[in-house]
């Protein structure tokens, strides 16, 4: 029976995933909790052509706009394409180009890139990216892209049209891919104050982080706004303010209990349950009925010295009708995770018959959280 009962619990755990937080905080560095309001990424995009493919780029009937950027390209270069000439021009690319400006980015500095195929091209791999300008949201140029691609990805094809692909071949990444032209301003040194976003809203946490802040650095120096923002007085000097923001944010806090929340994943049957879940008095019955239908073909054959007899071929159907033996568990006032753990594992649930049955808890007002589906 204790080999049973493990046997389940393994398989019980195997598909469903249990987050426990511990009762007692750990205290959390203030860069783990938050972020400088302003000190951001910011989002570029571009188009290029990537050329020097082994054959496999865009199939230039089906799309033109290679062709287009192919003579643009050639005419700045003093190449002048006849009018009706018909480009055939297997490999060459045109993809969109994709990056992440860091925050203080400096003219000069470089940053990585993604390249990816907007046209028919079966795969990047070899190819090399020409010269591309990277453009922010206010259409801006900030940065210059080109250099050699790297592809993850792999695909071979015969010709009766059978193929095989490995990882996606039609992107790949250019490490230090584009040189930073143009710094992004922002106001992080002439603003009075200083504000702390946090990753997760709570009251609590930027109630702590404010007096934390108060009590290291001197009283009024932080005030929590919200359950997102604390405001900080910070010094006018840019050197002063740089070694303010370093201390600060090494600073230590403990943060506020997460929320009770049950998360599940319908698409994979992941269910994730915080260690604050409990379940008032409740019983729960689970069980399944199984409907097995068999199919028996036999031969009919028509009496000896027939005529008008022939041999035909009858099903014969068999319904077998099983229903597993199930036990009722009852939940107990303030249950904690231990005990819901203990009864799934009991009753030896699979994924998707614990999703029902904590939503019928929810729907019975017995679960003690936020049901959250993803």
Not at 84 to 104: H, T
Not at 170 to 191: C, H, K, M, Y
Request: hydrophobic share 45%; glycine share 10%.
């Amino acid at each position: 029976m204790r080999r049973k009962s493990s046997l389940l619990q393994r398989m019980c755990w195997g598909t469903v995933l249990i987050v426990a937080l511990s009762q007692h905080a750990l205290a959390d560095r203030v860069k783990d909790l938050a972020s400088v309001a302003g000190v951001r990424n910011n989002q570029l995009v571009g188009y290029g052509l990537v050329v020097g493919l082994d054959g496999s780029g865009d199939q230039t009937s089906q799309t033109p706009f290679t062709v287009q950027s192919i003579k643009n390209m050639l005419s700045q270069f003093g190449v002048t394409v006849p009018p009706g000439v018909n480009l055939q021009l297997k490999n060459v690319a045109a993809v969109s180009i994709q990056a992440d400006l860091p925050p203080f980015a400096k003219p000069g500095q470089t940053i990585d890139i993604t390249v990816a195929s907007i046209g028919n091209a079966k795969s990047l791999r070899g190819g090399s990216l020409l010269m591309a300008p990277l453009r922010g949201a206010d259409g801006n140029v900030y940065a210059i892209a080109q250099g050699n691609l790297i592809v993850g990805g792999f695909g071979a094809s015969g010709a009766d049209g059978s193929k095989v692909t490995v990882n996606i071949p039609s992107a790949g990444r250019i490490p230090n891919g584009a040189t930073v032209e143009r710094s992004v301003p922002n106001d992080f040194l002439t603003q009075e104050s200083v504000m702390l976003n946090l990753h997760q809203p709570d009251f609590t946490t930027a109630s702590r982080l404010a007096a934390l802040i108060n009590e290291t650095l001197g009283p009024g120096t932080a005030l929590a706004a919200d359950a997102v923002t604390v405001s900080i007085q910070a010094p006018f000097d840019p050197m002063q303010r740089t070694s303010f923001l370093s201390h600060l944010e090494n600073l230590e806090v403990d943060p506020g209990q997460a929320a009770a929340k049950v998360i599940i994943n319908s698409r994979t049957g992941t269910v994730v349950i915080g260690s604050h879940v409990t379940v008032t008095p409740a019983a729960v019955s689970h069980g399944s009925l199984v409907v097995t239908i068999s199919e028996q073909p036999f031969a009919s054959q028509p009496a000896p010295f027939s005529r008008e007899g022939r041999t035909v071929v009858l099903p014969d159907s068999s319904v077998e009708i099983t229903q597993e033996d199930t036990s009722m568990f009852l939940f107990a006032p303030g249950t904690s995770l231990d005990e819901i753990v203990q009864a799934v594992n009991r009753v030896g649930a699979a994924p998707g018959d614990l999703v029902a049955i904590l939503e019928a808890l929810k729907q019975a007002g017995a679960l003690r959280a936020e049901l959250v589906v993803i």
